[in-house]
Nanobody
Framework: QVQLVESGGGSVEAGGSLTLSCVVSTSRRDTTNCMGWFRQGTGQSRVGVAGIDGRTGTTYYSNAVRGRFTVSRDNAKRTVYLRMDNLQPEDADRYFC???????????????????WGQGTQVAVSG
């Protein structure tokens, strides 16, 4: 059984920073080969924010966050992080961690890429 547990959400003023963490609990080492972060607003579709290849460290970002957000991982801790700088009101959403490579060979910013999902953590940005 695979479990993903996010933490680190909260409320910040515009221009502020937050770091989200996601611990991937699994007995299979390859679950962390593909990891990512998505976000979803109320009544909206889930949108890919960042992805990371756990084997190589290669990262992928949406245009909306490139240059402001940084995805990283600690394979020993089976944890993926999302450092978010210069947060803006439009970044306020529920953020979801995802892991596990599916058979989909396309974009790392599409939900089809991943097998497992966390419950999400809320990010609010004022100002």
């Amino acid at each position: 059984q695979v479990q993903l547990v996010e933490s680190g959400g909260g409320s910040v003023e515009a221009g502020g920073s937050l770091t989200l963490s996601c611990v991937v609990s699994t007995s299979r080492r390859d679950t962390t080969n593909c990891m990512g972060w998505f976000r979803q607003g109320t009544g909206q579709s889930r949108v890919g924010v960042a992805g990371i290849d756990g084997r190589t460290g290669t990262t992928y970002y949406s245009n909306a966050v490139r240059g402001r957000f940084t995805v990283s991982r600690d394979n020993a801790k089976r944890t993926v992080y999302l450092r978010m700088d210069n947060l803006q009101p439009e970044d306020a959403d529920r953020y979801f961690c995802t892991a596990g490579c599916s058979d989909y060979g396309g974009s790392w910013l599409r939900g089809l890429k991943y097998k497992y999902w966390g419950q999400g953590t809320q990010v609010a940005v004022s100002g």
